[in-house]
């Protein structure tokens, strides 16, 4: 769902009732537990983590659906998925949007975000630029918008031959680019489709480094001028390491975004793109057992993309500490 | 050669911090041009005939073309699918919104053994893909009679919206005060009342932030219709659109495609207008601490 990413801490103010918790079971608060908590819980549990706990269990059998007999097949399922070709090129796939994807989305929103909090023209303290709020209002809508109307949006906006990609580069002169088919071309399609995820993503995170930025007070940033700090100096210095927490979370979010990709590589190519170029193993894993009906096999693909995505977390923390994330620096 | 009169009191913005604001202005200019001009050429191409849109994407349609949002509306279906994901994306967010208030309420005002456990419980939610859940969930669903229906549909759109909406208020309900709360015990107000009528009304601004997020969220989703809903005529806008979009390349309504593209952004465009200052707050509070 739409998780912002926030990161809460606040004392726990309620230490002190504790105590009273076993001594105050009325009726009315059995009956306000059993609703308030048994309600949602149940729900839960039912269609969220029972279907988890079932995937990773069905990931051992030749479980195909729909006959209530299966036997456990060990790592049958991992062995066939792990050197089949076509999930081989999935996982390349995934792999390939979960390092650079995040890492274009994040470089240029902390870019543009750097120009709308210090790009404003002033002598003493430095100010943000003017008509701050029109551009984060316009770079934030593609981040509201369905992602598979911005996916087939795109899709036409590249089309070979009535799309405004090309209708612009043959204006200009490069008339190779008459028919370029932009998702059909096996260098083209996935710089295409990474291009359309980037675009969708990158006035959310611009919009949350704004808010970060301006939590760093002012002082700090008067202080790096008076030193002789250019802009430039400063963004690279001062803010980056400032803000590094939320960096992290935000590359920790795209990761999980890239491992799954479905929506934009379903909307650009839903079958996988010329040579599987564009495949990803979410659209691997829906064909494999709706359309195949291997469900061992497909419940295994789902535990490949969660440890990979266990993996991507992993990588993040340790890189972010070994670099110096360790060493906090606090405002408080 | 500036010919500004410059107020002697006030310090002079020199030359290079102009030109630093100048480029800034370019760049992000470019900017929204990248993410206007693409909206706006949709627009456009959605009242063009599809032999106009042949023959020049830049070409003004000759007479605006409604009859291509008909077409979307009527034989794509995109009406049909319109109100079947108000349905469903209206009883999501009601029912996730209470359940959610209700859950994280618990949480965050009652200590109690296992407390801890629910909450990582759900915040776990977060972080796991919705893909590892797929298949199972496709047969708990069509356990419970419930597959390919929309009431299914919403039932699963508020397990997974769960998480987020309890993490999120669960910081709110956290750090409204004490006092109140007590003060609504000593004047005999019993644990129900005590939350709807005193708490819940409380958390309004935390309830509007959480609610607009989730109605973006649901309304857009895509995998869980696309993997749970597939009957036809239970489509709802996302999977409708996507379904259109890989048939138009047979019959060739590229007018239509467009138009239900515009279609399908159009609700979304006037709830981010509304409610925009309410959606960027709500990204910037997650970067409080």
């Known amino acids: 769902m739409s998780a912002a990413p926030t990161s809460v801490t606040i004392p726990r103010a309620a230490e002190h009732r504790a105590g009273r918790w076993r001594r105050n079971l009325t009726f009315d608060k059995i009956s306000l537990f059993l609703v308030f908590l048994g309600l949602p819980l149940a729900l839960y549990i039912t269609f969220v983590v029972s279907p988890l706990i079932q995937a990773v269990s069905y990931s051992f059998t030749d479980w195909s659906g729909f006959t209530a007999d299966f036997k456990p097949v060990g790592l049958a399922n991992y062995v066939k998925i792990l050197s ?123 919009v949350l480094f704004i808010a970060a930025i301006k939590g760093i007070p002012a002082e700090i940033f008067e202080a790096a001028r008076i030193d002789g700090a250019g802009r430039f100096r400063t963004a690279i210095s001062i803010t980056v390491p400032l803000i590094r927490e939320n960096v992290q979370t935000a590359y920790i979010y795209l990761g999980i975004m890239a491992i799954d990709a479905f929506v934009y590589a379903q909307a650009l190519n839903p079958q996988g793109g010329p040579n599987n170029s564009t495949l990803t193993m979410s659209q691997e894993l829906l064909t494999t057992a709706f359309n195949k009906g291997q469900f061992g096999v497909a ?24 670099s110096g994330g360790k060493d906090r620096i606090t405002l408080a | 050669m500036s010919t500004q009169v410059v107020v002697p009191v006030r310090k002079h913005v020199t030359a290079a911090e102009r030109s630093v604001a100048v480029s800034s202005h370019v760049v992000l200019s470019i900017w929204a041009v990248i993410v206007i001009l693409p909206l706006l050429w949709t627009l456009m191409t959605s009242f063009k005939t599809t032999s106009e849109i042949f023959a020049s994407p830049f070409n003004l349609p000759a007479k605006a073309q409604f009859v291509n949002y008909i077409a979307a509306w009527n034989t794509a279906g995109i009406g049909k699918f319109f109100f079947n994901t108000i349905f469903v994306v209206g009883s999501a967010l009601v029912l996730v919104m209470l359940l959610g208030s209700m859950c994280a309420y618990i949480l965050a005002r009652f200590d109690f053994p296992g407390n801890r456990i629910i909450y990582y419980m759900m915040l776990g939610g ?19 009679g419930l597959l390919n229906t929309l009431p299914g549909l919403a039932i699963t759109y508020v397990a997974f919206a769960l998480p987020f909406t309890v993490f999120f208020l669960y910081a709110f309900f956290r750090q409204l005060p004490y006092e109140i709360s007590e003060a609504a015990a ?32 649901l309304w857009n989703q895509f995998l869980l219709p696309v993997a749970l809903n597939t009957n036809q005529k239970n489509y709802v806008l996302s999977q409708g659109l996507a379904a259109f979009a890989s048939s138009a390349g047979y019959d060739v309504n590229f007018g239509a495609l467009f138009a239900a593209v515009v279609l399908v952004v159009a609700p979304v465009l006037v709830v981010y207008v509304i409610f925009q200052r309410q959606l960027q707050g709500s990204v910037s509070q997650g970067t409080m601490k």
Do not use: H
């Open chain 2, 186 to 217: 000593i004047d005999g107000a019993n644990e129900w009342r005590t939350f709807f009528q005193i708490m819940l009304p409380m958390a309004k601004p935390g309830l509007a932030t959480v609610a607009i997020m989730n109605f973006l969220g």
């Open chain 1, 299 to 322: 419940c295994a693909m789902g535990v490949v993309m969660g440890l990979m995505t266990v993996l991507f977390a992993a990588v993040v923390f340790t890189v972010n500490r070994v």
């Open chain 1, 84 to 206: 089949d070709d076509t999930f081989q090129k999935a996982m390349y796939n995934n792999a390939l949007l979960a390092i650079v994807v995040p890492l274009i989305i994040i470089v240029l929103s902390l870019a543009l975000a750097t120009l709308v909090t210090v790009g404003g023209a002033s002598s003493g303290q430095i100010r943000g630029i003017k008509g701050a709020g029109f551009y984060r209002v316009i770079s934030f809508f593609p981040y509201a918008m369905p992602a598979i109307s911005t996916g087939i949006m795109w899709s036409l906006i590249f089309d070979p031959s009535s799309g405004l990609v090309n209708g612009i580069l043959t204006g200009l002169g490069f008339s190779n680019f008459k028919s370029f088919p932009w998702l059909g071309n096996i260098r083209t399609a996935m710089p295409t489709m990474m291009f359309v995820i980037v675009w969708g993503f990158v006035g959310f995170y611009m």
């Open chain 2, 126 to 144: 977060l972080m796991i893909p919705i893909f590892l859940a797929i298949v199972p969930l496709f047969f708990v669903l069509r356990n419970f």
